[in-house]
């Protein structure tokens, strides 16, 4: 699949899971190499832009035995443009679903 | 590619297309390799994993930080004051609209309880039999509730007008700066399911006991006149 395309969605994935918990980089970016195959170092830099759009926002938190991780957290506003996003996305989805079947009935 | 190689070209390239907070985004590409490290990965496999530096250096510069301004930011505030004093006027209207409904709910619902408890301030409520008194009451506090429903509705959609109107205001600025944009907020009033349910019942059951009420008082006063104009013949409104 196409870069540039796949990080538009991985923008949504991120967005998701913060929706869910606060993460730390690392976090984000090994959850979602399981699930999709992109390089590991791309979230981090969906990461600075959701951080520069105002959409996240990070704290740092200290943990046992080991430097304090950057925890990247969702603001109102991302909050809102996750909802958005997502429901654009699954729009989205559904009619592509609906073109390809139609082009199935067609075959048979 | 081992580890120190990584950074150093991941920070030449980020320092050569003048991205800030470089130290920040080394170090944390610096945590990537210590928890991959930690997991058994070799140096190289995890830099293979992360994808090439310049590449990475690349997706930094594109998010967001070379932003351009879309427009002029003079002229876009100047354009938002007009329309300011635009949308100012129209919302002061709205919003007395929606005080207006809220004292019609008040002062029926009194008047209503007024003639119910036979209570007559000042002689200001013109004289009429009590069981006509009682149907008119009736009505009077159905239409306190419908206006109170209705001042509820009107003035969540007020508000929300006015948030989509500031949303839409800061959106326009952020364009003209460069700023992330907003999703638009609908000005269309949003209440629960079940508050929208229950509303809409009580709105419902009001409209038609206020409509009942009025018909039935109007026809006791009638009758009890032996007149249609049943406030000539009670002498009402005359001084």
Redesign the interface.
Known sequence: MNVQYKKGVIELCVLSMLARRDCYGYDVSENISRLIDISDGTVYPILRKLKNDGLVTTYLQEESGGPPRKYYKLTKLGREQYLSDKNEWLGFVESVRQMLEEDDHEQD | MNRIEFLKRLRERLDALAIGDVDE?VS??E??FA?KQADGYSEEE?AA???SPE??AA??A????GKRPGGSKALTVLGLVFTDLFAGMFFVVLYAWTAAVAVLSIASAVLGACLLAGFNPYSLIPGLPYGCALLMAGSLIALGVLSAVGCLYFGAFTRRLARAYGRYRRNLLAAASG??I??PVSPQPFFPARVNRRLRRIAWVSLCAFAVGFVAGYIACAASAGALEFWHAWGWFVQ
């Open positions: 985004i944390q590409y945590e990537h928890y995890v994993k992360l994808g590449q990475l997706q930094f594109t998010a967001g930080e700023r992330a907003a999703p």
